[in-house]
C-alpha cells in the first residue's frame, strides 16, 4: 500500500512539475515575441554606436573601385606631407554602402578625401583627419 502511494505522490509531482513547466517556457515565449515585434515596430531605435538600426554603423568612402572603412587608429591633428588631395566628398548616403566615386556613409558633403599610401585621410571641421583603410572583398563562393 505504501509502495503505491508512494508511486502515485511521485506521478502527480512529475504531472505538476511538467505543467509549470509548460506555462513557464509559454510565458518566455510570449515575452521574446513582445520584444520580437517591439524591435521589428522600432526600426530606428539606437545601437550601441549611437545610430539608428537598419542604417550605416561606422563611416566608409567610395574611392576608385575599392570601399575604405573607417580605421580606429587615433585621428591626427596635421596631415602628412606625402598625402595628397584626392577630392571631396560628393554624396552621403547613410543606408548603404557606398559605391560611386567619393560616396561616403557617416560623413559630410565636402569633407576632403586624401590618399597616404594604400590609406585615406578624411578631413572633418577643418582641424582632424581620419584614418581609412581598404575593406576586404568579398571572396568568391
Not at 503505491?4 to 509549470?20: N, P, R, Y
Not at 557606398?98 to 582641424?127: F, I, T, W
Request: one cysteine or more.
Amino acid at each position: 500500500m505504501k509502495k503505491k502511494m508512494s508511486l502515485i505522490i511521485v506521478i502527480m509531482a512529475i504531472l505538476l512539475l511538467s505543467t509549470a513547466c509548460q506555462s513557464h517556457i509559454a510565458e518566455f515565449s510570449s515575452t521574446n515575441e513582445l520584444s520580437d515585434q517591439k524591435s521589428q515596430a522600432e526600426p530606428s531605435a539606437p545601437l550601441p554606436s549611437g545610430y539608428p538600426s537598419g542604417e550605416i554603423q561606422k563611416p566608409y568612402v567610395f574611392y576608385q573601385g575599392t570601399v575604405y572603412a573607417y580605421s580606429l587608429s587615433a585621428a591626427i591633428s596635421t596631415i602628412p606631407e606625402q598625402a595628397e588631395l584626392i577630392g571631396k566628398v560628393t554624396k552621403v548616403d547613410n543606408t548603404a554602402i557606398p559605391d560611386e566615386e567619393l560616396e561616403a556613409s557617416r560623413l559630410e558633403v565636402g569633407d576632403s578625401v586624401y590618399a597616404v599610401n594604400d590609406k585615406l585621410l578624411v578631413e572633418q571641421d577643418g582641424s582632424v583627419f581620419l584614418w581609412f583603410t581598404p575593406e576586404p572583398s568579398p571572396s568568391a563562393g
